[in-house]
């Protein structure tokens, strides 16, 4: 157990170095001068100059990456160009619609897709069947902002039910942010209840055809018994990893769903920084969602220690 | 205990109707041929007709018009070009580099480990994020978008394929090409890539069908194809800060992008049911 779990903890070095090499790579790829890319447009040949020293732009390039590398170890995620704040304080400030936003999207999402699925797969065939593949197919056909644009106009325009963009802080009392949360979450939860309900059907049909289930039925456990103590206790590793490997996904949603909806997030804060072209901001982000990311998969990987015993041995 | 109902053993999987298939092939047939003839037709739509600003479907404006008086009709229509033109080419470009670097890999081990620590580098980087900041890094246009979509692709096709060629390098017949002497190329195309070709078709649908969804969502966020040339994403766009006013900006080319990402999703799980191994094992079995 302890040796897998070192094993896979010391995985993500790689994967954490590789992504930090993409990243500070990114402003090199371009045509132009990264200098001149940070300095943005308007900025004169010494402000330019500043920055290239600033940034120690004018050294080789390995150590310019050695150079970022330890400020990224040292938490320094550079300034933004634009308003001159540390990048890791505005990201900071901007954490936590987000996270309240993909949290509440995962939450409706399992509670959604699982039961979905497990049903799906105990009636195969049947019409609840059906409209389950179907729908899960158009869930993760239409995109996000589509969604989100028709559910408002039901629901916040037409229906007055809910507010129609914006976003409240936890401080302002938890139902209040519930509500101004609940369409964003709504939107997002179809591609994300799209894709686990998918997983979790396909999974429990091959879990229901396995020997192990034949057998119970032949001691003459009742369906219940079946579902309960055989089939759900073995859909748990294959639905967490769709959980994990789909996180990408949810991150990428909660950028647009942020659009739509004008929540002040990190997504809202990445497409801003893009449009002023704010590198260093870019740069911050892509490195924290990232890391979430990575962090997110790992615990997924952890968890099938919880889930499967035959992992820890 | 009067229904023994163990679905899985008893029926098989049911064959999804011909009709979704049908349709979504009709369906695609066309866009395509919208793709083609319809900047022809009825040009880009960029005239500006500050008369007809954000008036409602009629019979003038079939769907509409925008804030500028552009005929939402014509720009939907001719977008369904650029739309086109991006599923296919990334499909294009995701399939001949991750399937090269997937068949590689999957096939020499030293390959492999390097191949597989990249991709998951790379993969870890949500793809959305990745590809709005290429665009921005690389500028706009058509071209630009078309790489900054395929780079986060590209490592999950490679790894699609690795696992796919690691099962057929296990079968027989590869142990029975070696030991009669062919060579590792040879191995590699006659008897590697025709077994995983269907495999690799599949995920050429699931590719397109989101290359089309990342362009809406860049040309949505505001770094997509530039908005002279209409594709479904910046019509789209167009219309988000009027959606209130005037859904049908919105509506049409929404409606559209679904019914196009949907239809290739259906021909893409259709495929899959006819090629995916493990599916095929359990059938027989």
């Known amino acids: ?313 | 205990m009067t229904t023994v109902s163990s679905p899985a053993l008893s029926k098989p999987k049911p064959a999804r109707p011909g009709v979704a298939v049908s349709l979504s092939l009709l369906a695609l047939a066309v866009v395509i041929l919208m793709a083609i003839f319809g900047p022809l037709v009825f040009g880009l739509g960029n005239d500006l007709n500050p008369m007809m600003r954000l008036k409602p479907p009629s019979a003038i404006a079939w769907f509409g018009t925008d804030n500028l008086g552009r005929d939402v009709f014509v720009r939907t229509v001719s977008g369904a070009r650029n739309s086109v033109t991006v599923g296919l080419c990334t499909a294009i470009v995701v399939l001949a580099i991750g399937g090269t670097l997937g068949v590689v890999a999957g096939y020499f081990n030293w390959v492999d480990r390097i191949v597989m620590r990249l991709a998951d580098g790379l993969m870890a980087i949500p793809g959305i994020l990745l590809a709005i900041a290429l665009v921005s890094v690389l500028g706009g246009g058509l071209v630009t978008v078309i790489i900054a979509i395929s780079v986060p692709e590209i490592p999950r096709t490679a790894r699609l394929m690795r696992s796919v060629v690691l099962s057929i390098r296990e079968l027989p017949f590869i142990t029975a090409a070696i030991s009669v002497g062919s060579s590792t190329p040879k191995i590699l195309l006659r008897h590697i890539v025709p077994n995983a070709i269907g495999m690799l078709s599949v995920q050429a649908t699931y590719v397109c069908a989101a290359a089309i969804l990342s362009e809406a969502a860049l040309s949505f966020l505001g770094v997509g194809t530039p908005p002279d040339v209409p594709s479904w994403g910046n019509v789209i766009a167009s219309g988000k800060e009027y959606f209130r006013l005037a859904p049908w900006i919105i509506a049409f080319p929404g409606l559209l992008l679904s019914i196009m990402v949907l239809s290739i999703n259906i021909l893409g799980d259709r495929l899959r049911d006819r090629f995916d191994p493990r599916l095929a094992a359990r059938r027989a079995s």
């Open chain 1, 1 to 313: 157990m302890s040796n897998f779990v070192v094993r896979r903890l010391l995985s993500v070095i790689p994967i954490a170095f590789i992504v930090l090499i993409t990243v500070f790579l990114l402003l090199h790829i371009g045509p132009g001068d990264p200098a001149a890319l940070i300095a943005g447009e308007n900025a004169t040949r010494d402000q330019i100059e500043a920055i290239r020293e600033r940034l120690f732009l004018d050294r080789p390039l390995l150590e310019q990456l050695f150079l970022y590398l330890s400020n990224v170890a040292h938490l320094d995620l550079g300034q933004s160009v634009y308003s001159g704040f540390p990048v890791l304080k505005l990201i900071l400030q901007r954490v936590e619609p987000t996270a309240v936003l993909a949290v509440s999207t995962l939450i409706l999402s399992v509670l959604i897709a699982v039961p979905m699925g497990v049903w799906g797969a105990w009636r195969a065939g049947s019409a609840i069947d059906t409209f389950l593949i179907v729908a899960s197919v158009v869930g993760f056909s239409v995109p996000v902002f589509v969604i989100g644009y028709v559910l408002v106009d039901l629901f916040a325009l037409r229906a007055g039910w809910l507010p129609v963009q914006g976003y409240k802080p936890l401080s302002s009392g938890f139902w209040n942010c519930l509500r101004s949360i609940t369409l964003p979450s709504i939107t997002l939860s179809f591609l994300f209840s799209a894709l686990v309900a998918r997983i979790t059907r396909a999974t429990m049909l091959e879990v229901l055809a396995e020997d192990y289930i034949r057998t119970a039925r032949a001691k003459g456990a009742n369906n219940r018994r079946i579902l309960i103590v055989h089939a759900l206790k073995n859909i748990g590793v294959p639905v967490v990893t769709v959980i994990g490997t789909s996180f990408a996904a949810l991150l990428g949603g909660v950028v647009i769903t942020e659009s739509v909806f004008n929540i002040p997030g990190m997504g809202r804060l990445t497409v801003d920084a893009i449009l002023t072209r704010d590198y260093p901001v870019v740069q911050g982000v892509l490195i924290v969602f990232s890391f979430v990311l990575i962090a997110v998969n790992l615990l997924v990987d952890l968890s099938y220690a919880l889930f499967d015993p035959r992992v820890r041995q």
